[in-house]
């Protein structure tokens, strides 16, 4: 179980701002489920298309990154112990700056404003550098690292060099600057993105929460200690023998046979984790692994995607397959992922809060609710249903974009609605809570 007992209310920071990032990351998923249904075909057609870059960066910025920096705030101090510099500052500055540059960035592409995207990158800009700056203090101060908080270091990096591309490349469109081969660096953006960032953090995060939560044996100690660093050196290779065939083609073939060795480390970390889940002890299904087990299967079928794209060029003169392989990593993988772990993340914050609370002033008289009663496995096990399906009709609208782009939206918006529910219902669970506390203790001090 959690270690709780050397953790601190003033090390947590006020739950409100971890809720702030995890109540507007679903607005965003239904601004993009709300594009599909107002663009239709258009989104699916190609991945250069300004309305496919503004929907990939509602669900990435919008969802994934508001989602990830606002668990991370939090994650830090109650599972390692760390404590966030200014968290309430940081907090407050970077969940509207990133808001705000992310709507920027989406109406920049959309209306294809350049003062809107100039916007963005300012606001994104300083958003992520507050973030990273505040957490790279955290991360580097701890003395012995853990090999969660060796992962999160290296999907900090990731980060840094995914938001530092895609800021030149925002600049590049708002006319701030011309870059040479963008979409070269395109490539390389995303593959931090999504290969770095996102898949780090959550390898990093899954050497905890996996045998903790869903009661499995330990990861093995190599891939703790090793996986993530030699990822992360992986991807810096690929990207120097990437970037350096433009110039030397030969280095092209090399690039690609790098890129697949890395791939095979998280397939895996993606096989190994589903054998843990096997064996787990305890042997409910919960939520949380319905959505794990669907994103860490998505993990292998993404590469295959990917491979068949190489290995047979022509297969794509049936279908996109750059564009089958981001609707597999971003709705098929991350999403899920992240939407799995807030369901876990939330009410445990909200019984740790006003736990940490009643022990503190000592008031027993107001029952606090256990994780369940803050979400009833109906609601949530509701949604992932809908969420399945959202994510069929969605992979299958690729094949078939003017029949399939707006059901699938259709689809996609009501379980982002179902999941912004589920999470505002136990805010406000929350919030009873604490209200009824405070009588109490109004009451005991009068009494
Ligand atoms: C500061 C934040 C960011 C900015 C300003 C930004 C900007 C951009 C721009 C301008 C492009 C289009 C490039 C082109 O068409 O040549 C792009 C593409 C892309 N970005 Fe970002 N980005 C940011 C963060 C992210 C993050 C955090 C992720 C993922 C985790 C991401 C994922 C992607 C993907 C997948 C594409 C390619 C889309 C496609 O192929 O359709 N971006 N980004």
């Known amino acids: 179980m959690l270690n709780t007992a050397n953790l601190s209310l003033e090390q947590a920071p006020p739950i409100s701002i971890p809720l702030r990032f995890f109540l507007t990351a679903p607005l965003f998923g239904i601004a993009a489920a709300l594009m599909m249904i107002w663009y239709g075909p258009e989104v699916m057609t190609s991945r250069w298309s300004p309305q496919t870059l503004a929907l990939t960066h509602l669900l990435t910025l919008g969802f994934l990154a508001l989602v990830m920096t606002g668990a991370l705030l939090q994650i830090l101090p109650v599972l390692a112990g760390i404590a966030v510099p200014r968290v309430v500052l940081v907090g407050n500055l970077v969940h509207p700056l990133l808001t705000v540059g992310t709507l920027g960035l989406v109406a920049g592409f959309l209306l294809g404003s350049t003062a809107w995207l100039k916007l963005a990158v300012v606001a994104l800009g300083a958003g992520f550098a507050i973030y990273i700056l505040a ?119 090399w690039s690609l046979v790098w890129l697949t060795i890395i791939l095979v480390g998280y397939i895996a970390f993606a096989v190994i984790t589903l054998r843990l889940q096997q064996q787990r002890r305890r042997k409910i299904t919960d939520v949380t692994l319905m959505f794990w087990r669907i994103g860490i299967t998505t993990i292998p079928i993404s590469f295959l995607i990917w491979g068949i794209g190489r290995l047979f060029p022509t297969a794509m003169e049936q279908v996109d397959l750059d564009l089958l392989l981001g609707v597999c990593m971003i709705f098929g993988v991350a999403i899920p992922l992240l939407n799995g772990m807030l369901y876990k993340i939330v009410p445990f914050l909200s019984w740790f809060h006003l736990q940490n609370r009643q022990l503190a002033t000592m008031c027993m008289t107001v029952q606090i609710p256990n994780m369940k009663q803050f979400l009833p496995d109906r609601s949530s096990k509701r949604q992932f249903w809908v969420y399945l399906l959202a994510l069929v009709v969605t992979l299958l609208s690729v094949f078939a974009p003017a029949l399939l782009v707006r059901p699938a939206g259709v689809l996609l918006a009501l379980s982002f609605v179902l999941l912004g529910h589920n999470l505002l219902q136990v805010a406000l669970r929350y919030r009873e809570v604490s209200g009824e506390l405070s009588e109490a203790v109004a009451d005991g001090q009068e009494g």
Not at 155 to 178: H, I, K
Not at 203 to 223: A, C, D, L, N, R
């Open 135 to 253: 957490a790279a203090v955290a991360l580097w101060r701890v003395e012995l690292p853990n090999n969660t908080v060796a992962g999160m270091r290296m999907a900090l990096l990731a980060l840094a060099v995914t938001v530092l591309l895609g800021l030149s490349l925002g600049a590049g469109f708002a006319g701030w600057d011309t870059l040479i081969y963008p979409a070269l660096y395109t490539n390389v953006h995303l593959t931090w993105g999504m290969l770095g960032w996102v898949m780090l953090l959550l390898i990093g995060v899954s050497f905890q929460v996996v045998p903790m939560f869903q009661v499995t044996p330990e990861y093995p100690k190599w891939i703790r200690s090793w996986l993530p660093r030699l990822l992360l050196v992986g991807l810096a290779i690929w990207t120097m023998l990437y970037v350096a065939a433009v110039n030397k083609p030969e280095l092209a073939s």
